[in-house]
């Protein structure tokens, strides 16, 4: 049995053979993952055969992807603590003649998004994707407003399929990981909800207003206490930007976040890395966090950041 077996064996599409279709096209595409299809299956018999599969009227890419899913899922029980991390991306299909595409960042740019849950160990092993969303935006009427759906939710949703797992996985903390698109205050208070049955780190987007009077905003209250320490690593190239050594001073406080419009509140930790004497003419690297775990020794601190790394 290859690999590509392996990871489909509970497939069911209805038919055997397509069954054996989609393991056999994992394979071509997992030796080429960069290549086209066509290139990928390299004949046009193999070609034909991909594409009949991909356009069957009553197969979707939920339906192959579901034992991939659940593989993940078993791959994640097998280690004490797994990350989730949660991102989307642009798949642009820009000049092409595809139909039910719709805008990317440009109104002319046609494609859609994809927003995956991507499990990995703390040792960076990856586990596999076990959730994703995905949708094309409508385009915006006269008024300027784009309708269908409120595209902010799928930070929600990911945490919410995430937690549905957690009873499952009952010796794995799963920990969801979100870059600064997925701070909103609903995605705590949804958590807190559900009873915070999953971990949530999330990179902190908005100098908010703290629930004391008077008090300084939230970073600026944050930078007010004493640092914890401090931490080195090695920051890899990326964006046109050369790999170096990085020293952040660590800071963290708890504070108390409006909630609602009813003096609600809601306890987080807000965690602030901050590089120290980055070398002239660099971006100094500091990374804002917030998250519901207790987190007040360098060492528990330390480990969120390294968490976050992950991404």
């Known amino acids: 049995m290859s690999w590509a077996q392996e990871e489909l064996r509970t497939i069911a599409l209805g038919d055997r053979r397509l069954d054996a279709r989609s393991a056999l096209l994992l394979e071509q595409l997992g030796k080429a993952p960069v290549d086209s ?7 046009l018999a193999a070609t034909l055969a991909a594409y009949r599969l991909l356009d069957h009227e009553h197969i979707t890419w939920e339906s192959i992807l579901a034992p991939h899913f659940q593989r993940s899922l078993e791959r994640a ?3 004490r603590i797994v990350l989730a991390l949660q991102d989307t991306t642009e798949l642009d299909f820009k000049g092409k003649t595809i139909g039910r595409l719709g805008p990317l960042s440009y109104e002319a740019q046609r494609g859609m998004y994809l927003h995956p849950a991507y499990l990995v160990s703390l040792e960076r092993e990856p586990l596999g994707v076990f959730d994703a969303y995905m949708w094309a935006r409508e385009l915006k009427g006269a008024d300027g407003k784009r309708p269908g759906i409120l595209e902010s939710e799928r930070w929600i949703e990911g945490y919410e ?3 549905e797992q957690a009873a499952a996985l009952p010796d794995t903390r799963l920990v969801y990981v979100a870059d600064r698109e997925g701070d909103m205050i609903a995605l705590p208070k949804r958590a807190l909800e559900l009873g915070t049955p999953v971990d949530w780190l999330v990179r902190s987007s908005h100098n908010r207003k703290l629930a004391v009077p008077d008090a300084p905003k939230l970073w600026e209250d944050v930078l007010g206490e004493t640092p914890l320490g401090e931490i080195r690593f090695h920051l890899g190239a ?6 170096r050594d990085v ?3 660590l800071y963290a406080k708890r504070v108390a976040l409006p909630c609602g419009k009813k003096g609600e509140t809601i306890e987080v930790t807000c965690v602030i890395a901050r590089e120290v004497d980055p070398p002239p003419g660099m971006k100094r690297v500091e990374w804002r966090l917030l998250t519901h775990r207790l987190a007040g020794t360098l060492e528990e601190v330390a480990e969120l950041i390294d968490w976050y790394r992950a991404r």
């Open 161 to 163: 399929r995430l937690a």
């Open 238 to 243: 990326r964006h046109g930007v050369k790999a």
């Open 247 to 249: 020293t952040q001073a």
């Open 77 to 79: 029980g097998e280690h």
């Open 37 to 43: 299809i066509p290139t990928a299956c390299g004949s």
